[in-house]
């Protein structure tokens, strides 16, 4: 049985999609938001016990919340599912076809020359792909999840271990050396204070924090101290899945 490599591709390339999107914009903000409103009913219905009224009040407005959210949530996940078959069914079809009349059209062409011509359906069902999970990115790409992903780029910075502390206070002792806090979206003061609070915290002497918008980051954040970057954003994310489908397809 002779294997359709750019069907298998294409496939693997579709679930590595939803399973980044799932697991880094849909289940972890989900679980993180219930676990923060959960605590939080739980605080308040503690002190409000005093008054059988406010708590009842505060309950229903939480289930009210959390009834939206679920709904929200519903239709968010069904919609994106929902694309994401259509155009995986679309995208095999029409390579199934286009690949149907290349092996018609070229029955007599010599095996080197046909696994030329296949690659070159596979690079181009590569660049389509790529170009469909930006589309998508764009779409969830919010001040929200801007917000989340400053708390996830905070973790990612305080997980470094000290040797790379080590060498970017070696790079920070360089003249007119700062730190540059790119953001798609333009941060809140709160935010800017956090990060700042963040470095000055590892890095000492202090070094100066500055910030910046690039909305081709399209949404996310990138930390830089002279060459050195510490990114968490759609378009790095983007460009390391594109390298690593060419360094496979290569």
């Known amino acids: 049985m002779q294997i359709d490599w750019t069907t298998f591709a294409l496939e693997i390339i579709n ?36 008054t059988e009224a406010s708590a009842r009040a505060l309950q229903d407005q939480y289930a009210s919340r959390l009834a939206d959210w679920e709904e929200e949530k519903g239709r968010a996940r069904g ?16 390579l199934g076809e286009t690949l149907a009349e290349e092996r018609q059209r070229n029955a007599a062409v010599d095996a080197h020359k046909q696994q030329e011509i296949e690659r070159a359906h596979e690079i181009s069902a590569m660049a389509q792909a790529q170009r469909f999970t930006a589309a998508l990115l764009t779409r969830l790409a919010s001040p929200a999840i801007e917000a989340r992903l400053v708390d996830l780029l905070l973790e990612d910075w305080a997980g470094l271990p000290e040797s790379q502390f080590a060498v970017l206070r070696s790079a920070g002792e360089a003249e007119g050396a ?16 956090r990060i700042s609070a963040a470095v000055a915290a590892r890095l000492q002497p202090p070094l100066a924090v500055s910030f910046r918008e690039d909305p081709q980051l399209l ?3 990138r930390l830089s101290l002279g060459p050195w ?18 360094h496979v397809d290569g």
């Open 15 to 50: 679930f590595l999609v939803l399973v980044w999107i799932l697991k880094r914009f849909l289940y972890r903000p989900v679980l993180d938001t219930l676990a923060r409103r959960r605590a939080g009913v739980e605080r308040v219905l503690a002190e409000a016990r005093e």
């Open 79 to 94: 919609q994106l599912d929902a694309e994401l078959t259509v155009e995986r069914s679309r995208q095999i079809q029409a």
């Open 229 to 246: 970057h510490l990114n968490l954003n759609f378009a790095d994310e983007l460009a390391g899945f594109a390298a690593a489908a060419n």
């Open 178 to 193: 700062g730190i540059v806090v790119t953001s798609a979206f333009a941060l809140a003061p709160e935010q800017q204070r």
């Open 219 to 221: 949404s996310g954040l």
